[in-house]
């Protein structure tokens, strides 16, 4: 331990050109952005020192694993895959589907906590899994995936441990196009384990609903991060979007499903106005609380995993002084409800 723990200080005395007391949103002291050397991507050595400087915050083991256990009096919990842990014993991924699947209905795949720190995401999805599905699953197959990326929910961390977004993992063949705010990275065994359990399962999926959060510390944490690791030089700072929005595929745009699900999360939580360009994270909105961006399937994203053509990402703000984190967790499920209504409808 303190072999490690010295030789750790040595790499950081090496590495980094300033270390300085600032602060991560996750309580660390040793900021991402003062690792590697300004404008130079990281080493390998680098990304080690990045991973194992993120503080553990919290245990899926004892935090996550129990909630799942607690659905299998209603559901099949599936075992899909496994992440491998340096620290300790692996991390079992699982998923959470229902009885009665049948060809004859629909069928909906809810994934949360691809970026692990988004708790949201994760409760969100197990919430809906725990009160609602069951009341669903007579006109729909369900398949709730609440925590894709074990790591980075322990540690409060959008990257995995080796240091690569899950959530730009999903096609990492797909063009890098410069400048794009949006573009693929490495292959990671969090979207690994998910393509091969949903090649196996050979599903015609109607829906897919990723569950995610924006918050402020995209910005004063994961941003700069990125920034370090990638080698840019660039301190522009973004604009955190205060409200509930929603990421559309413009390759499957189904304007009036993004409606129902807007509306159906107005009466949980507030829907993010847009800033003074009219835009939300710096893309252009196609009607209120609804960014389009190019197809998720070529960008990695984990929403463009199936052929869903009722696909999106719900991005909750849980930074907002008006959202508890009660209402963000009940925000994802009244736009999960919102989307299989209107489906329902249709
Ligand atoms: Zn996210």
Redesign the pocket.
């Known amino acids: 331990m303190i072999a490690s723990a010295v030789l750790i200080l040595i790499i950081m005395t090496v590495t980094t050109t300033a270390i300085s007391g600032l602060s991560t949103a996750s309580g660390e002291t040793f900021h991402p952005s003062t690792i590697g050397t300004p404008g130079k991507p990281w080493s390998v050595e680098e990304y080690k020192l990045w991973s194992d400087t993120r503080v553990k915050h919290r245990c899926y083991f004892t935090n996550i694993l129990p909630q799942v256990e607690s659905l299998r009096g209603d559901f099949d919990v599936l075992q899909y895959g496994e992440i491998s842990n340096e620290e300790s014993k692996a991390f079992p991924l699982f998923a959470v589907r229902t009885r009665d699947w049948s060809n004859d209905k629909p069928s909906v795949m809810i994934t949360g906590g ?2 692990g720190y ?1 708790t949201s995401g994760v409760q969100g999805a197990l919430l809906f899994a725990s009160e609602r599905a069951a009341h669903y699953s007579q006109h729909f197959n369900l398949l709730v995936i609440p925590c894709v990326s074990p790591w980075g929910y322990e540690r409060i961390q959008r990257w995995n441990a080796k240091g690569v977004d899950p ?1 730009r993992s999903f096609n990492p063949d797909g063009d890098i196009v410069d400048g794009r705010s949006f573009n693929p990275e490495a292959a990671t065994e969090e979207s690994a384990a998910l393509i091969q359990f949903l090649r196996d399962m050979a599903c015609d999926w109607t829906c897919h609903l990723d569950l ?2 924006t918050t402020d510390s995209d910005e004063t944490e994961f941003r700069p991060a990125k920034n370090a690791r990638d080698g840019i030089l660039d301190d522009t700072k973004g604009e955190i979007p205060d409200g509930f929005y929603l990421v559309q595929d413009e390759t499957s745009p189904k304007p009036e499903w993004f409606t129902a699900m807007i509306e159906a999360v107005r009466k949980v939580t507030h829907i993010a106005p847009v800033d003074a360009d009219g835009k939300l994270i710096g893309e252009p909105v196609s009607q209120e609380g609804v960014i389009q961006i190019p197809s998720k399937k070529s960008l990695g994203l984990c929403c463009g995993v199936t052929n869903a053509p009722y696909r999106a990402t719900t991005e909750v703000y849980p930074d907002s002084p008006n959202a508890t984190p009660e209402q963000c967790n009940q925000a994802q499920v009244a736009c999960i409800e919102g989307a299989l209504d209107h489906i329902l409808s249709l």
């Open positions: 691809v970026h988004e959530n995610h959060e």
